[in-house]
Nanobody, 125 residues
Framework: QVRLEESGGGIAQTGESLRLSCTVS????????MAWYRQSEGKEREIVAA????????TYVDSVKGRFTISRDRYKNILFLEMNSLKPEDTAVYYC??????????????????WGQGSQVTVSS
C-alpha cells in the first residue's frame, strides 16, 4: 500500500521560505512520477509542480515559476517542495501525489492515484 505523508508546512511571512517534505512508503519515487497540488479555501485543487519518474524533468504552474522548486531524494524516498519568496496567495493546503506511471510529468489529477493528507501553509502579509 502506497502511503504519502507531508510535513514542513506552517506559518510564514511574505518573502520568507518554507520547505515541504513528502515521505513515501510502499513504492519508490524512482519509479513514479510525483507532484505537489494545493487547495485554497473556496477554490479547486490546482497543480503546483510535477516531476517525471526519471527525476529529470519538472514543470510548474506559472504563479510559482522561479520561486518554487520540486526535487526528490531518491535514497531516502522523499519528495520536496522548496518555496521561496512566499506570497499571501500561496496560502493553501498542499498535497503530495504519486502516479502509478513512470513517465510524465503529468498535469492532470486523474494521473495520480495516491495522495497525502495535506499540509497547511499560511503566508501572512
Amino acid at each position: 500500500q502506497v502511503r504519502l505523508e507531508e510535513s514542513g508546512g506552517g506559518i510564514a511571512q511574505t518573502g520568507e521560505s518554507l520547505r515541504l517534505s513528502c515521505t513515501v512508503s510502499g513504492t519508490s519515487i524512482n519509479t513514479n512520477a510525483m507532484a505537489w497540488y494545493r487547495q485554497s479555501e473556496g477554490k479547486e485543487r490546482e497543480i503546483v509542480a510535477a516531476i517525471d519518474g526519471f527525476g529529470t524533468e519538472a514543470t510548474y504552474v506559472d504563479s510559482v515559476k522561479g520561486r518554487f522548486t520540486i526535487s526528490r531524494d531518491r535514497y531516502k524516498n522523499i519528495l520536496f517542495l522548496e518555496m521561496n519568496s512566499l506570497k499571501p496567495e500561496d496560502t493553501a493546503v498542499y498535497y503530495c501525489a504519486a502516479s502509478k506511471y513512470y513517465g510524465g510529468p503529468y498535469l492532470t489529477a486523474t494521473d495520480y492515484d495516491s495522495w497525502g493528507q495535506g499540509s497547511q501553509v499560511t503566508v501572512s502579509s
